[in-house]
């Protein structure tokens, strides 16, 4: 039921908020000052937004919030202290970041406020994904996001907007129109006052006045809470400031504009009335005031001499610690695929927990996912294993919210190549989330994706491997499995880990059958397997290119020439050390993969192995990287196999390390 204005005054606490609202202007001021002191290196403002922090008060504790860095105040009102923000600011050792975010980038795990990140409009997303997950639980929890009135031309805004209606989710999204994106008006980009995006549970609210924000703000809520769906509220506000310190209004905003937007001041504003409603008098309020920057110049001091962050302890946190390892319970009588022992493997994740999500395009039955790997599994559980909307983004970022309020998503991409459309949410929120957070936030989830070519007919966009690309961004593991027991065992480690996983599935050789024993045993992230014993050459590999591996050192071993093969399996974490002993043993190294030369993993490995000292001394001979030509994967089948590594580029880089 909506509240009155009367019960709206009656349960908003004005004074207090009044009290954080001029708190939050005061540390904004105090920041300015400090940047033009040279004590500081950036900073945001969020003047003339504070009247938002009267959403807060309609939350409870176990709500969620997914903030933008200009939501100080609400922030404050959830009950960061100032001190918390100026620790931020001066990025110090014990700021929410450990001083590897920018100011404004808020995050606190006690309050449930998730960790900012700058590309706007990315929190929207897991915000949903949240939201989902206490849908799911019936919680009753609530997930409110905020996002800047520019920010909402961003896709993955409609795509959190859509699934949010679609799945009738917890969840406020709040614009927060201050009818500028930088230096640009919003007026002609404005989504809803283009009409681009309808009407469908939208609230437009002038965002000056606390009372009226606090009321929408309650209402959107109660709503949310029953089941009924998000609301989005548009707040029209004023932005009283520069977009960053490194911008001046002045050179684009006429003065006459500035002027005006100060006149609607919501702080002065809303004393005035207070004051006018007998709530307050101007000598209580000047003293108040007084009161705030004597408070605030006495926190920012404290925190100027605060413990700086320790350089040593920069990489902390990248990754969780390593989980205890179990094999997988699955077996079979027979020989079997990849794709059944996923399954199976999956079968069992949801059995074991039920906070497992599945989620993919077209992967409920009857079709089972477009490999299968799902066949079956939706049947049993048909409200976690979900299709899917067409959107890539959704798909990762729903995974980071869910992941980040314990639940275990293990969410499927069709095929790898498809991840570009997600690249955002997979860069900037999976993982960088516990490393910006210091470990506060987590992101355990599991993508899985098909990948590879050597089947032909698909072209690029079916059958690239990228892993190279992949395995540059700081904070996922990359698994590359190559035989079914492995396939089942790196899925249940990484199921049962801390840490986002790319789970990559070679596509070529994913219906290959062999064996898993009824003794299948546990397979860790990082260690390699030794598919082959040999003497004078080592060849590493993975995935596909397994397949060019064992036929090349058959051929080989005609020749008297043992070839040992070294699968690393996942390449990141990579096994070096297993590398490294092998190369101790034979003297010679050829590194085999079927993604592109340049910037291919096979070039850390060759790095690798040839910058270390110790390990320079192991070899005979130059070491040789045989890849894909750095060209796309087109569709003929001529031509795509004209690209990749074939026997005879693998035979003639072996005997070469021989001569």
Same mark, same amino acid.
């Given at each position: 039921?909506?509240?009155?204005?009367?019960?709206?005054?009656? *349960?908003?606490?004005?004074?207090?908020?009044?009290?954080?609202?001029?708190?939050?202007?005061? +540390?904004?001021?105090?920041?300015?000052?400090?940047?033009?002191?040279?004590?500081?290196?950036?900073?945001?403002?969020?003047? +003339?937004?504070?009247?938002?922090?009267?959403?807060?008060?309609?939350?409870?504790?176990?709500?969620?919030?997914?903030?933008?860095?200009?939501?100080?105040?609400?922030?404050? &009102?959830?009950?960061?202290?100032?001190?918390?923000?100026?620790?931020?600011?001066?990025?110090?050792?014990?700021?929410?970041?450990?001083?590897?975010?920018?100011?404004?980038?808020?995050?606190?795990?006690?309050?449930? =406020?998730?960790?900012?990140?700058?590309?706007?409009?990315?929190?929207?997303?897991?915000?949903?994904?949240? $939201?989902?997950?206490?849908?799911?639980?019936?919680?009753?929890?609530?997930?409110?996001?905020?996002?800047?009135?520019?920010?909402?031309?961003?896709?993955?805004?409609?795509?959190?907007?859509?699934?949010?209606?679609?799945?009738?989710?917890?969840?406020?999204?709040?614009?927060?129109?201050?009818?500028?994106?930088?230096?640009?008006?919003?007026?002609?980009?404005?989504?809803?006052?283009?009409?681009? @995006?309808?009407?469908?549970?939208?609230?437009?609210?002038?965002?000056?006045?606390?009372?009226?924000?606090?009321?929408?703000?309650?209402? *959107? =809520?109660?709503?949310?809470?029953?089941?009924?769906?998000?609301?989005?509220?548009?707040?029209?506000?004023?932005?009283?400031?520069?977009?960053?310190? !490194?911008?001046? %209004?002045? @050179?684009?905003?006429?003065?006459?504009?500035?002027?005006?937007?100060?006149?609607?001041?919501?702080?002065?504003?809303? $004393?005035?009335?207070?004051? *006018?409603? /007998?709530?307050?008098?101007?000598?209580?309020?000047?003293?108040?005031?007084?009161?705030?920057?004597?408070?605030?110049? #006495?926190?920012?001091?404290?925190?100027? &001499?605060?413990?700086?962050?320790?350089?040593?302890?920069?990489?902390?946190?990248?990754?969780?610690?390593?989980?205890?390892?179990?094999?997988?319970?699955?077996?079979?009588?027979?020989?079997?695929?990849?794709?059944?022992?996923?399954? %199976?493997?999956?079968?069992?994740?949801?059995? #074991?927990?039920?906070?497992?999500?599945?989620?993919?395009?077209?992967?409920?039955?009857?079709? /089972?996912?477009?490999?299968?790997?799902?066949?079956?599994?939706?049947?049993?559980?048909?409200?976690?294993?979900?299709?899917?909307?067409?959107?890539?983004?959704?798909?990762?970022?729903? $995974?980071?919210?869910?992941? !980040?309020?314990?639940?275990?998503?293990?969410? #499927?991409?069709?095929?790898?190549?498809?991840?570009?459309?997600?690249?955002?949410?997979?860069?900037?929120?999976?993982?960088?989330?516990?490393?910006?957070?210091?470990?506060?936030? %987590?992101?355990?989830?599991?993508?899985?994706?098909?990948? /590879?070519?050597?089947?032909?007919? /698909?072209?690029?966009?079916?059958?690239? !491997?990228?892993?190279?690309?992949?395995?540059?961004?700081? +904070?996922?593991?990359?698994?590359?499995?190559?035989?079914?027991?492995?396939?089942?065992?790196?899925?249940?480690?990484?199921?049962?880990?801390?840490?986002?996983?790319?789970?990559?599935?070679?596509?070529?050789?994913?219906?290959?059958?062999?064996?898993?024993?009824?003794?299948? #045993?546990?397979?860790?992230?990082?260690?390699?397997?030794?598919?082959?014993?040999? &003497?004078?050459?080592?060849?590493?590999?993975?995935?596909?290119?397994?397949?060019?591996?064992?036929?090349?050192?058959?051929?080989?071993?005609?020749?008297?020439?043992?070839?040992?093969?070294?699968?690393?399996?996942?390449?990141?974490?990579?096994?070096?050390?297993?590398?490294?002993?092998?190369?101790?043993?034979?003297?010679?190294?050829?590194?085999?993969?079927?993604?592109?030369?340049?910037? +291919?993993?096979?070039?850390?490995?060759?790095?690798?192995?040839?910058?270390? &000292?110790?390990?320079?001394?192991?070899?005979? !001979?130059?070491?040789?990287?045989?890849?894909?030509?750095?060209?796309? =994967?087109?569709?003929?089948?001529?031509?795509?196999?004209?690209?990749?590594?074939?026997?005879?580029?693998?035979?003639?880089?072996?005997?070469?390390?021989?001569?």
């Amino acid at each position: 039921m909506e509240l009155t204005l009367t019960e709206t005054r009656a *349960a908003l606490p004005a004074r207090p908020l009044l009290h954080l609202m001029a708190l939050a202007r005061e +540390g904004d001021r105090r920041e300015g000052i400090l940047l033009r002191q040279n004590k500081g290196w950036f900073q945001v403002s969020g003047m +003339g937004h504070e009247a938002l922090a009267a959403i807060v008060y309609a939350l409870n504790p176990d709500d969620y919030l997914f903030p933008y860095y200009r939501d100080r105040a609400m922030v404050l &009102a959830r009950g960061v202290s100032n001190y918390e923000l100026a620790l931020a600011y001066h990025a110090k050792g014990d700021s929410s970041s450990g001083g590897r975010q920018m100011p404004g980038h808020f995050s606190d795990r006690p309050r449930n =406020i998730f960790s900012g990140s700058t590309p706007t409009a990315s929190q929207c997303l897991p915000a949903a994904g949240a $939201a989902w997950a206490f849908q799911m639980a019936g919680t009753g929890q609530v997930s409110v996001t905020s996002v800047g009135d520019a920010s909402i031309r961003q896709g993955e805004f409609y795509e959190a907007l859509a699934f949010a209606l679609q799945e009738k989710l917890p969840c406020i999204f709040v614009i927060e129109d201050n009818h500028y994106g930088i230096s640009t008006p919003t007026e002609r980009y404005h989504p809803y006052r283009l009409g681009a @995006l309808g009407d469908a549970g939208l609230v437009h609210v002038d965002a000056h006045d606390p009372y009226r924000v606090h009321e929408v703000a309650s209402a *959107a =809520i109660d709503k949310a809470r029953r089941g009924d769906g998000p609301t989005v509220l548009w707040c029209e506000i004023d932005r009283l400031c520069s977009h960053t310190s !490194s911008d001046d %209004q002045r @050179l684009y905003r006429p003065a006459e504009e500035i002027a005006a937007d100060l006149l609607r001041d919501p702080i002065q504003t809303f $004393a005035r009335r207070l004051i *006018a409603e /007998g709530l307050l008098t101007q000598e209580d309020w000047e003293a108040e005031q007084e009161e705030i920057v004597q408070k605030v110049d #006495e926190d920012y001091r404290r925190a100027e &001499a605060a413990v700086d962050p320790d350089p040593v302890a920069v990489t902390t946190h990248l990754f969780g610690p390593t989980s205890t390892v179990s094999a997988p319970p699955v077996e079979f009588n027979e020989p079997t695929t990849m794709v059944a022992a996923v399954n %199976q493997t999956l079968r069992h994740a949801l059995e #074991e927990n039920n906070k497992v999500v599945i989620f993919g395009e077209d992967i409920e039955d009857p079709k /089972g996912g477009v490999f299968g790997l799902t066949k079956g599994l939706s049947q049993v559980f048909p409200n976690r294993v979900r299709n899917a909307p067409l959107a890539e983004a959704t798909i990762l970022g729903t $995974a980071v919210g869910l992941a !980040s309020v314990g639940w275990t998503p293990i969410f #499927e991409i069709q095929f790898t190549d498809f991840l570009t459309p997600a690249l955002n949410q997979l860069m900037s929120q999976a993982a960088s989330l516990r490393w910006r957070s210091c470990g506060a936030w %987590q992101c355990p989830m599991v993508i899985i994706a098909p990948y /590879g070519a050597y089947l032909p007919g /698909g072209s690029l966009w079916h059958s690239e !491997s990228n892993e190279g690309m992949w395995a540059h961004i700081h +904070g996922i593991n990359v698994v590359i499995p190559s035989t079914s027991a492995d396939a089942a065992g790196l899925l249940w480690t990484a199921i049962h880990g801390s840490n986002p996983t790319l789970f990559l599935l070679p596509k070529h050789i994913f219906r290959k059958r062999n064996s898993i024993s009824a003794a299948s #045993e546990a397979v860790p992230l990082g260690k390699a397997a030794i598919r082959r014993e040999g &003497a004078d050459v080592t060849l590493v590999t993975w995935g596909n290119c397994t397949e060019l591996a064992e036929e090349a050192a058959e051929i080989m071993s005609k020749e008297n020439v043992g070839v040992e093969i070294v699968d690393l399996r996942s390449i990141v974490p990579c096994d070096y050390e297993t590398v490294a002993m092998s190369l101790k043993k034979t003297g010679r190294l050829v590194v085999v993969h079927e993604d592109a030369r340049t910037t +291919g993993f096979g070039q850390s490995i060759v790095t690798e192995m040839t910058s270390n &000292a110790q390990y320079w001394n192991y070899f005979l !001979s130059p070491p040789q990287l045989v890849a894909r030509k750095d060209v796309h =994967i087109p569709y003929h089948p001529k031509l795509e196999y004209a690209v990749l590594p074939d026997i005879d580029q693998v035979l003639s880089a072996i005997r070469l390390t021989m001569e």
